[in-house]
């Protein structure tokens, strides 16, 4: 995929506290607290209960971490100047986020209109080991989350690497989209009031999970619209959308599944109990669903015993 190089880039709808403007890898490992939304959030799960001694009833934080992310400043000077067009955005990673970033948020805003609501655009943060967001502080191993409590995005640009490394997905530009949009979807459910109503719990057919997979519908819904959604300065950002760019993400959703992370990365047994974000074959499905129908009022997965 590629994107429009002569159409505008939004960067209002950042705010960059890696300090200059970019660089750096991953930090220290701390669960996010407070109800933040992950695309990835399970794996917390796994790796504080082996490392850390977590029990078999939910997630553990460890004590100590309260001061992740306190000296975090905005400096969004650096990317602005930076990710002026979609020709930036075809040439640097930050530029790339940025312009998707614009695309999905038009594209809800227009899905909002449409429905006679009006969709409220919201920052993503892009952060650099540590952050403190209203649900708390985090770490880079939380992965991309969206946070309820101040309706915000955060993500370390280095999960992308580390999808591919850690995961094992293909990656690429659309995987990336897809991770973005997947959390921008909680953002939409939290508008409409989706989120206030998730009972707490886990396993295969728990609220939990049932959002979670909305929420990738939602990202396949964008997805199906990237091409035609027009941003601010009218155009297009996105051209050019591949069968190749669509398995990407379809790849990256069978890694991020319950059942491939604990197997994979959480010491190989399955636990269906355990369930919150869904099976692989569930990820992709719901992905596809929103994808193949371009209509986020196919996304009901709160209306349906058959998750897939």
């Known amino acids: 995929m590629q994107f429009n190089e002569d159409a505008e880039l939004d960067t209002s709808q950042i705010d960059d506290q890696r300090g200059g403007g970019g660089g750096g890898g991953i930090g220290g490992r701390v669960a996010v607290g407070g109800g933040g939304l992950s695309v990835v959030g399970l794996i917390i799960y796994f790796l504080l209960s082996q490392f850390a001694g977590g029990g078999g009833g939910g997630i553990q934080i460890p004590s100590g971490f309260g001061d992740v992310g ?30 998707f970033i614009n695309s999905i948020q038009a594209y809800w805003s227009d899905q909002f209109a449409r429905s006679g609501n009006t969709y409220k655009a919201v920052k993503t943060n892009f952060f650099q080991g540590g952050v403190n967001t209203g649900c708390g502080s985090a770490t880079s191993a939380a992965g991309p989350f969206y946070c309820p409590a101040d309706s915000e995005v955060y993500i370390d640009l280095a999960f992308f690497q580390e999808l591919k490394t850690t995961f094992g997905a293909t990656g690429g530009p659309f995987v990336e989209a897809y991770v973005l949009a997947h959390e921008y979807g909680h953002h939409v459910q939290n508008l409409l009031g989706t989120s206030s109503r998730v009972k707490e719990g886990t396993g295969p057919t728990s609220d939990s999970v049932r959002l979670e997979l909305q929420a990738d519908c939602y990202a396949g819904a964008w997805a199906n619209h990237a091409t035609t959604t027009p941003t ?23 890694r991020i599944g319950d059942d491939y992370i604990q197997k994979n990365l959480g010491g190989g047994k399955v636990d269906t109990t355990q369930f919150s974000h869904g099976s692989s074959a569930q990820r992709q499905k719901w992905y596809r669903t929103g994808y193949e129908s371009g209509d986020p009022a196919k996304c009901g997965t709160f209306d349906t015993n058959n998750l897939g």
């Not at 040439?91 to 312009?99: G, L």
Request: with cysteine.
């Open 70 to 99: 306190q000296n975090q400043q905005v400096d969004s000077s650096a990317l602005r100047d930076k990710c002026k067009t979609g020709a930036d955005a075809n040439r640097e990673d930050d530029c790339r986020a940025v312009a």
């Open 232 to 254: 601010a300065s009218g155009k297009p950002l996105i051209t050019g959308v591949t069968d190749e760019d669509v398995n990407a993400a379809l790849d990256a959703a069978s």
